[in-house]
């Protein structure tokens, strides 16, 4: 539930922080590797796939949670399979969030923290996804989000408090700015590391089969990779645009221009604004000295200095307005004074006040003929603000109320526009030539969060200028192109799988050989033909990544290895296999290393703990309130989604 809503917040804390428990668990499994150390087991019967303390976690909850997770990973992937998600650990990780919602709700209850209903309020409140076109929190549209992401008002709420925990507790435990450098010493030594080993590619290619299998083997084939050969769901619209334009505007009359200048006499009558340069001295005597020497020809600012104090401007100001700088009296007699007067002293809350009239300006009053203009614009844009938002209400309305959309078109006379099947980019993959309008995209990546088809919706296109109804005339399944269309890519893919194969079993005949202490280079040649130079590898561990580089895999894995130790490695895409040996491991001591660089390490190194330790934090928060699953369930679930078992009710 929590992942649909973390999109909404605007804060950094709200965008990062408000599961930076969850987050941060699956940095430390990922990093780690503790997932074997999870305090979960047992069972849990019904239809809840896990109990949380006291708080159940249903089928249909975890099921629609999954799909708003996926809709919102597809945002960044528009062509990600619900497959693919599920195979890269999305069910699990929507499961995980889930879970440590609830545990650290319970946690942080028990620990003696609480929300006002006020505090849940006024986030909801904030939020810009719940205004409206006036930019204000618009009931409607909150109601409209709810029902379009089929969120209760209750689950938003414990959502949004949980998001209020964490900043509570989470961020706390967290915040972590730096640590001591003999606890930094250890990471600055691991950082001056160097490796060097050696390594091999096995391509796939060398040992791909020539013959074409058949069709046969190469339809079992596509059966067993759907996904990587899948079109991602697409979706035909039906949409109208409106602006501004479409809505008629009243006209301003005579009459209205008048009501406004009465209305506001005293914003268009005559005025006065003056400018003082002024100082406060704290004591009478004081004050009296400095007005002497501004008397006696010296500027304010240098009586002010001499008097070891600062002068200072008023800026332009009104009768009123310097009223309430000094005091009614003095503003008076600072008002009825001429340029260049000396002012004072004046006992005011501040101190004693000496002042001299720099400048003195008066503004005519403006006459009905002169503030006409002026008025008529703010009145027509008054006007077509208020006329826009009543169009705009009254499509919503229509929304609300379940009109088609082709009822509500046909009544303000909108022109009715439908689309090929689209994917999340806008992309038509039957009409390649299809180009959707730049302006349209906010609609296209609405339109694919999780609603159904037949719905309407409304979605902002430029905010309070321009916007789209729309309905999803219908919902075209991810599914893999016709054999015949994808054969030839088929059976190149088959292929190098087969070849892949090859590889994989050299490669780790390789590593029997030198595990059996035969060198790696005789074990390369043994593995025969087609196989790839022996190359040296290797570096220091702080330049891995350094510039935002991406980590070559066989870097990566060379600085996780054992030394002495041999280990294979996929190439992605049936690409082929490497085998990598790692030699020489050179650390320094962390005593020898200079302070200096031990500080510079000891700065980056506070905010790795503190998510440490609300990792930690967590785990024991599962421990305290007790976690227990269904696996049953969850492995029912993930058969549904992958296509592999019936919907279950």
């Known amino acids: 539930m929590i992942t649909a809503i973390r999109s909404l917040f605007s804060s950094t804390i709200g965008k990062i922080l408000a599961l930076a428990f969850v987050a941060l668990v699956g940095v430390a499994f990922a990093l780690g590797d503790i997932g074997g150390n999870s305090p979960l087991g047992g069972g849990v019967g019904g239809s809840n796939v896990a109990r949380v303390g006291d708080t159940d976690i249903g089928y249909a909850e975890l099921r629609d949670q999954v799909r708003r997770s996926f809709d919102q990973a597809r945002r960044d992937q528009p062509t990600l399979t619900i497959d693919a998600f599920v195979e890269a650990g999305g069910l699990q990780q929507t499961l995980d969030q889930l879970i440590d919602g609830a545990a650290f709700t319970q946690y942080a209850d028990t620990l003696g923290f609480g929300i006002s209903k006020r505090l849940v309020d006024s986030r909801i409140a904030d939020l810009p996804v719940f205004k409206g076109v006036s930019g204000n929190f618009d ?12 969120i209760t008002e209750a689950a938003l709420r414990s959502d949004i408090a949980q998001q209020i925990y964490a900043e509570q507790l ?30 091999t590619y096995i391509p796939s290619s060398s040992f791909a089969p020539t013959a074409d299998p058949g069709d046969a083997v190469l339809q079992k084939y596509l059966g067993e990779n759907r996904a990587r050969f899948s079109i991602p769901e697409r979706r035909v619209l039906q949409y109208a645009v409106f602006d501004r334009s479409i809505a008629p505007v009243a006209a301003v009359t005579d009459k209205e221009i008048a009501d406004i200048y009465k209305a506001n006499a005293a914003r268009f009558a005559a005025t006065e604004t003056r400018r003082f340069a002024q100082v406060i001295a704290p004591d009478q005597a004081s004050a009296n000295s400095i007005a002497a020497k501004v008397r006696g020809g010296s500027s304010i600012a240098a009586a002010a200095q001499a008097a070891g104090l600062t002068a200072g401007s008023s800026g332009d100001v009104t009768l009123t307005a310097y009223s309430g700088m000094t005091n009614s009296a003095a503003a008076k007699a600072a008002f009825a004074a001429k340029r260049g007067d000396i002012l004072g002293p004046t006992q005011t809350g501040l101190g004693w006040t000496i002042a001299q009239v720099e400048t003195i300006t008066a503004t005519p009053a403006k006459t009905l003929a002169d503030a006409t203009p002026e008025i008529r614009a703010q009145l027509q844009k008054s006007k077509a603000e208020e006329a826009i938002i009543s169009f705009y209400n009254g499509v919503q309305d229509a929304v609300n109320e379940g009109v088609s959309i082709d009822e509500i078109t046909t009544d303000r006379k909108l022109t009715l ?114 196989i790839g130079n022996v190359q040296t590898i290797g570096g220091l561990r702080a330049e891995l990544g350094a510039g935002g580089q991406r980590v070559p895999p066989e870097l990566a894995l060379l600085f996780s290895m054992a030394q002495g130790s041999v280990k294979t490695l996929e190439i992605p895409g049936n690409r082929g296999w490497m085998v990598i040996a790692l030699g020489k491991v050179e650390r320094p001591n962390p005593k020898d290393i200079q302070p200096e660089r031990v500080a510079a390490i000891a700065g980056p190194l506070g905010p790795a703990f503190g998510n440490e330790l609300v990792a930690q934090m967590m785990q024991d928060a599962r421990k305290r309130v007790g976690v227990k699953l269904n696996q049953k369930l969850i492995d029912q679930l993930r058969k549904e989604l992958t296509g592999d078992a019936p919907v279950a009710e």
């Open 139 to 150: 009931k409607t549209v909150f109601d409209a989000f709810l029902r379009q992401n089929n």
């Open 170 to 199: 989470a961020v706390p435990v967290g915040s972590m700015p730096r640590v001591a450098p003999a606890m930094a010493q250890p990471y600055a030594a691991l950082l001056l590391e160097r490796r060097e080993g050696q390594a």
């Open 417 to 530: 526009v439908e689309t090929p099947a689209l994917l999340p980019s806008g992309r038509a993959p039957a009409q390649p030539a299809f180009a959707l309008a730049a302006d349209l995209a906010p609609m296209i990546s609405q339109a694919f969060q999780g609603s159904d088809a037949g719905e309407t919706h409304l979605a902002t296109l430029v905010e309070n200028e321009k916007f789209a109804v729309y309905a999803i005339k219908s919902v075209v399944p991810a599914a893999p192109p016709p054999f015949a269309q994808i054969r030839a890519d088929l059976l190149a893919d088959w292929k190098l799988a087969q070849g892949q194969k090859v590889a994989r079993d050299k490669a780790r005949a390789i590593v029997k050989a030198v595990d059996g202490k035969q060198s790696f280079a005789d074990a390369v040649r043994a593995a025969g033909p087609n």
